[in-house]
Nanobody, 120 residues
Framework: QVQLVESGGGLVQAGGSLRLSCAAS????????MGWYRQAPGKQRELVAA??????NYADSVKGRFTISRDNAKNTVYLQMNSLKPEDTAVYYC???????????????WGQGTQVTVSS
């Protein structure tokens, strides 16, 4: 099995910064992509940022403020969030697309979610 463990959420004032981390562990052969999604109350889950071996992708609403990075050796993804706004308030979920040992195909896994609250 594969587990994703997130950390780094919390409460911050508008304009502040937070750094989220997510480590994937378990029966992993390789991780082709990792990313962060968020879901605010009453809204659908949306992509925040994603990273593959060769590229990154950001939602327009976070471009220039958030930076995604990855430590391949540790199967860990980070999200540095700067200049936070109240509208960034949401539960943030880590995602990984994994090739497992001894099993053909890629599979999607999700973390349990971490709350980010930005006060005005």
């Amino acid at each position: 099995q594969v587990q994703l463990v997130e950390s780094g959420g919390g409460l911050v004032q508008a304009g502040g910064s937070l750094r989220l981390s997510c480590a994937a562990s378990g029966s992993i052969f390789s991780v082709s992509a990792m990313g962060w999604y968020r879901q605010a109350p009453g809204k659908q889950r949306e992509l925040v940022a994603a990273i593959t071996t060769g590229s990154t992708n950001y939602a327009d609403s976070v471009k220039g403020r958030f930076t995604i990075s990855r430590d391949n050796a540790k199967n860990t993804v980070y999200l540095q969030m700067n200049s936070l706004k109240p509208e960034d308030t949401a539960v943030y979920y880590c995602h990984a697309r994994v090739v497992r040992r001894m099993i053909i195909g890629e599979y999607d896994y999700w973390g349990q979610g971490t709350q980010v609250t930005v006060s005005s």
